[in-house]
């Protein structure tokens, strides 16, 4: 796992202090239970391709505050976020949140976690 700065930790703390975060187990339930809700994979593009969730869209963390509202209009959209660990998600949300988008959730552990527990992956 990538060592992260001091500087990065902290705005990231400070925005996992104002975002809802939930469990990769809570997202696969949410799938599985067929809820409706809007999956968005945050990441490069490159990381994007070689392997995402079912069903998640790309907007990435560069991009997402200039794409959002042409993207996702109803700003009470229930959406997840989600990268590699839970660190850009968390600030995209935290974004998110700062443009009036009120039903955002951070996938805490990411992919990464999402892989560990052998759940499906697409192309």
Not at 25 to 38: H, M, P, Q, R, T
Not at 44 to 53: L, T
Not at 91 to 112: E, F, H, P, V
Request: proline fraction near 4%; charged fraction near 30%; glycine fraction near 8%.
């Amino acid at each position: 796992m990538a060592k992260h700065t001091p500087r990065f930790l902290q705005i990231v703390n400070e925005a996992k202090s104002r975002v809802k975060e939930c469990t990769v187990d809570d997202v696969k339930a949410k799938l599985d239970k067929g809820e409706k809700f809007l999956l968005i994979d945050v990441r490069e593009e490159s990381e994007y391709a070689s392997g995402h969730v079912p069903g998640a869209i790309h907007i990435g963390k560069g991009v997402i505050e200039r794409d959002i509202e042409t993207k996702v209009p109803d700003t009470a959209t229930p959406i997840v976020l989600y990268c590699g660990g839970g660190f850009r998600s968390a600030l995209a949300a935290d974004a998110l949140q700062k443009m009036g988008y009120t039903n955002i959730i951070s996938m805490d552990g990411g992919i990464r976690d999402w892989r560990a527990k052998q759940y499906p992956l697409t192309q």
